[in-house]
C-alpha cells in the first residue's frame, strides 16, 4: 500500500523526521466509501489532528441513508393503526395507543400470545429502527424493527471528548 509522503497518512518509520507543517487555508474535506470501510473513524482522527495543530475544525456527519425510527413514522402516520415485530414481540398499536407514547403511555410485546406480554419501554420502542414497512389498503402500517444502533452516538461522544465540534 502506497502512503502519500509528508502527510498524517504516512507510515511511521524510525527517523526523526519533523513533522510537517500545516497549511493555513481552509477548506472542505468530504469523505465517501463503502459500509464499514472506515470513514468515521478517518474522518474522526483527522478531526482530532487538525484540532491538536490548533486549526478549526467541524466534523459534520451527513449519511443519507439513516434508517427511520418508530417515533418517525408514528409522528408522519398520526391516524394510522400499527402493527410491529420488534425485538421485544409483536406490539399492536391502536391510534390512540401510538399517540400515547409521546404522552408516556406503555407498550407491551409479545410471542404470538397476548397472554405472555412483556412491557417495552417507550424510549427503547421509539429509537427502535424502521427494518421494512408496508401500509396495506385499510391504511394499517406493519413493519418490522431491530434496536437502535449507537455507534454513531459512541463516535460522536468520543469525537466530543477530544475537543472536536460535532454537527449531527
Not at 478517518?42 to 482530532?48: E, I, T
Not at 459534520?60 to 434508517?67: G, I, L
Request: hydrophobic share 35%; aromatic share 6%; with cysteine.
Amino acid at each position: 500500500m502506497n502512503f502519500i509522503k509528508n502527510t498524517i497518512f504516512k507510515r511511521k518509520t524510525d527517523d526523526d523526521t519533523p513533522e510537517p507543517s500545516m497549511p493555513d487555508s481552509s477548506g472542505v474535506l468530504a469523505v465517501w466509501g463503502s459500509l464499514g470501510s472506515g470513514k468515521t473513524t478517518v474522518s474522526v482522527k483527522l478531526a482530532k489532528h487538525l484540532a491538536d495543530h490548533k486549526k478549526n475544525v467541524a466534523l459534520v456527519f451527513a449519511d443519507m441513508t439513516a434508517p427511520m425510527t418508530v417515533k418517525e413514522l408514528i409522528e408522519q402516520n398520526r391516524h394510522s393503526t400499527l402493527e410491529m415485530m420488534t425485538p421485544g414481540g409483536f406490539v399492536h398499536l391502536t391510534v390512540e395507543q401510538a399517540n400515547s407514547l409521546f404522552c408516556g403511555g406503555d407498550a407491551a410485546g409479545h410471542p404470538g400470545d397476548p397472554e405472555y406480554s412483556i412491557k417495552i419501554p417507550t424510549d427503547e420502542l421509539l429509537a427502535q429502527e424502521v427494518q421494512s414497512a408496508e401500509q396495506d389498503e385499510n391504511g394499517v402500517w406493519r413493519f418490522l424493527t431491530v434496536p437502535h444502533d449507537h455507534t454513531q452516538d459512541n463516535v460522536c461522544a468520543e469525537a466530543e471528548s477530544q475537543g472536536v465540534q460535532i454537527l449531527c
